[in-house]
């Protein structure tokens, strides 16, 4: 499995972004997606998830209620659409796929994709 971010960039603060995941190889066996980011200096912390069918979402609460999570199956591809963002929001953005298997599980990452917000 692999994973591509993309939709980064730089955006004034309250302003908005939508991140793409797209995932390759052999996607099928994907269960749990995940965003995750890592600002300066910090360690890299969970920031939203979705189930399979994206039928359960969870947010860490900073970012509760100005992110949204999603899923096309159709297209390999979840997505973060990132609203009201400020400049704590900065962060290189990582996306994470576990794949369920027949031992258990195997985890991939993307290369990440930075966001930058300015006040």
């Known amino acids: 499995v692999q994973l591509a971010e993309s939709g980064g960039g730089l955006v004034q603060a309250g302003g908005s972004l939508r991140l793409s995941c797209a995932a390759s190889?052999?996607?099928?066996?994907?269960?749990?997606m995940a965003w995750y980011r890592r600002a300066p200096g910090k360690e890299r912390d969970l920031v939203a998830l979705?189930?399979?069918?994206?039928?359960?979402?969870y947010f860490v609460d900073a970012v509760q209620g100005r992110f949204t999570i999603s899923r096309d199956r159709t297209k390999n591809t979840m997505y973060l659409q990132m609203n009201s963002l400020k400049p704590e929001d900065t962060a290189v953005y990582y996306c994470?796929?576990?794949?369920?298997?027949?031992?258990?599980?195997?985890?991939?990452w993307g290369q990440g994709t930075q966001v930058t917000v300015s006040s």
């Open positions: 994470k796929a576990r794949e369920l298997t027949r031992g258990g599980f195997s985890d991939y």
């Open positions: 190889g052999s996607p099928f066996g994907i269960d749990t």
């Open positions: 979705a189930n399979k069918s994206g039928t359960y979402t």
